[in-house]
């Protein structure tokens, strides 16, 4: 019963979970795009952890708690740079994994990223305008963070509705929250909205419009 | 008379008119700037309110004003994704305004932009130095980071005496404030001297020299 | 005897000196990038102090300390744009060096950075993990935004054992001071390792392995 185990302090082990969890798969995927720019042992542990943890402190930094929770809790590095070790070491690992496998596990991610950081955000007295906000910069702030240091334009702006999924999962949890529900519920429906988004948008080839194309 | 206008609270419709205007102009032209780079209308829009508000993000969280005042008035998010929204729905609306004028909107958004973030790191506490530092990136930040995110050099770190405009005004009106004049006077002193530098700039296409062109 | 030296307060001559003369030369490279990718004076100046004290502003972000220290004592932002300065004037005035003594100057740079950065999270109460990855940020971090700025992959990620030699001093620092020993003595230590790693390294070409070079 998911919902329950999320509505306990975060130090609960299934929600702590899924949190390390997310964190490793994003590490992966850092140090995949990495090995593929032909970056060395350390710069592909670079990748993954700015890939996995970027997002959060983005997140941090902007509503005022530093250092970032990236940096106080050690299991959340281990995380990442576990995840750089196995991509480093099991040369390109996710080109093994079903894509379909593959899309699941980062859309997992995405969506329990996006809820945390907007149910963060208003933890910490953000408005709701600032909470969706910073939901969708927790999902995406990693991946765009790689992106820039590998020299390319943000996929995460680009690909199938990624970066609207964890808006639609931010605005849910955000609004939820607001109007008194309870916050673990309310955390698991916007996360499983964005998680379902994100990938029917992926199989189906959804994407949102681009200019004179309407 | 615009001196007694910006003398008064923040909350005066005339300042907070030219605020809106100048953060409405800047949104307009990261999405066009989007739009040209084909992303969708998400990346249309979060290019948008990247450019329009980027700039005073950066300077908020170093002089320490977090959240972003960027986040807690949602009029100002509000006003970039409406200029995203336009530029997105009249495809390349920039093309259909003379240069002359868009230079001059543009130019007196960095001139507002350039005098209230110097203003607002000495309100701050910040030392002359760093006022006119942050000046410039709240003029200049929100287009360096729409570069940074499309993948090119940041276009306000070579036109026309761009960046040189936004310091000037921002000098000005550090060092007039820190000499007790009238903070309105000295903003808008400030800010018509970055205007008419930047539009003469442009005009004449003046630039500052490169090295081995001396 | 430098390890008495840097044990004093930072105001002490050496240690000020140490510390303006890396930000110096940093300047002076972040500069000579911007030269050589034809940005005009106000780029190369901008340039100069991104490079220079760009890694120390992302620390103080993330660690708290807001206004950065390079804002807030001016001598920093005078050694960067000196080096600036210099480097525009002096077209290419790297190229005039020798290329031992450039590496020896740039690898005495990081490792005071590194030891220094490290030390400073400490002290503002920083766990270890996060000390030693915030000395890596200060030694690497500016050149990591120059070459985003310059729309490249950064060269620190990439040149031979460059952010591990950061790694490593601000570990052997960390490590040192929180067992008690004397900070001053764990600076040098830290330092003078950082420095020989990346001078053999440089000297020796010795990198870091590549993923499925194994």
């Known amino acids: ?16 979970g899924f949190d390390l969890a997310a964190t490793f798969v994003f590490g992966l995927e850092g140090a995949s795009s990495a090995i593929a720019a032909n970056l060395d042992l350390l710069g592909v542990l670079a990748l993954a952890f700015v890939t996995a943890l970027g997002g959060g402190i983005i997140r941090d930094v902007i509503i ?35 894509s379909w496998l593959l899309i699941s596990l980062d859309a997992a991610g995405l969506s329990l990223f ?25 999902g995406t702030g990693g991946g765009i963070l790689r ?6 334009v943000p996929a995460v702006l680009r690909i199938n509705l990624y970066a609207t999924a964890a808006l639609l999962g931010a605005t849910v949890t955000t609004i939820g929250i607001r109007r008194g ?4 519920r309310m955390m698991v ?13 992926a199989w189906q080839h959804w994407g949102l419009p681009r200019a004179g194309a309407l």
Chains 1, 2, 3 share one sequence.
């Open 189 to 201: 429906l916007g996360g499983v909205l964005c998680f379902v988004l994100r990938v029917v948008a």
């Open 181 to 184: 529900l309870p916050r673990s």
């Open 147 to 152: 992106d820039v240091l590998l020299n390319t």
């Open 64 to 98: 005022g708690d530093v250092p970032p929770a990236a940096f106080r809790y050690e299991r959340y590095v281990v995380a990442a740079l576990v995840g750089g070790v196995i991509a480093f070491i099991v040369l390109d690992p996710l080109s093994h994994v079903p």
């Open 1 to 16: 019963m998911p919902s329950a185990a999320i509505s306990v302090p975060s130090s609960d082990r299934l929600v702590l």
């Open 114 to 138: 996006a809820v945390s950081g907007a149910s963060k955000a208003l933890t910490f007295g953000a408005n709701p305008l600032t909470a969706v906000i910073m939901g969708a910069v927790t």
